[in-house]
């Protein structure tokens, strides 16, 4: 989701920043880039631990999500191609899910604020719903079970190193989009594009 069909990722790092503010600890934007893509457990985890700081995990990340909640009112929308991307791959007969290592209040959130109906897709799988998370495959794994086929035969569409890791690990093939990470750092991919609009048709006829 995050990376793929939005960039919401300068909101949820000021909403952490904000939040251990109010904790009373100052942290810097920077501390959470290594925790990209690892659901907000870790993104908000982690940055606690490197830094020392005391950390409830429902608790904080419960402030974290009301702060990002009106941070991005009316601020968000979707990469450009992502609308035109989903409906054809609908036109294709395709089954498409959304796979977010995040909690489903932020899928909700996000997927509202960026005009794509939930109802588009053919399941949702939240980080709440897998116990290892990514560059473990196992939310790619549950996606292609609720989707009724086999991981090969799926695609991943990822913007970090441990969403890219995590779909080959789950056997898939992989597309690795540079809105988050440079095309090197994502050379584990079989595909690396600068968005879903250069990818294309290519792509979907694999």
């Not at 069909?5 to 503010?21: G, K, N, P, T, Y």
């Amino acid at each position: 989701m995050d990376g793929v069909l939005l960039d919401s990722e300068a909101f949820i790092c000021q909403a952490a920043v904000e939040m251990f503010r109010e904790k009373g600890f100052k942290v810097a934007p920077e501390d959470f880039h290594e925790f990209t893509g690892m659901g907000e457990n870790r993104y908000l985890g982690g940055v606690a631990k490197k830094n020392n700081i005391p950390f409830e995990l429902e608790r904080d990340k419960t402030r974290t999500y009301e702060i990002y909640g009106e941070l991005v009112k009316g601020k968000l929308s979707p990469f450009k191609g992502v609308p035109e991307f989903i409906d054809k791959c609908l036109t294709m007969g395709l089954k498409i899910a959304v796979a977010s290592s995040a909690d489903p209040v932020k899928i909700r959130v996000n997927l509202s604020e960026i005009g794509i109906p939930e109802q588009k897709f053919n399941a949702i799988v939240s980080g709440l719903d897998i116990v290892q998370k990514k560059p473990a495959p196992d939310i790619f794994l549950k996606a292609a079970e609720r989707l009724g086929v086999k991981p090969e035969e799926c695609l991943v569409i990822e913007d970090a190193i441990s969403g890219v890791a995590a779909g080959k690990a789950a056997g898939a093939r992989v597309l690795a989009l540079t809105t988050s990470f440079s095309a090197g750092e994502l050379s584990g991919a079989d595909w690396i594009s600068a968005s879903l609009t250069e990818a294309g048709d290519a792509i979907l006829n694999w």
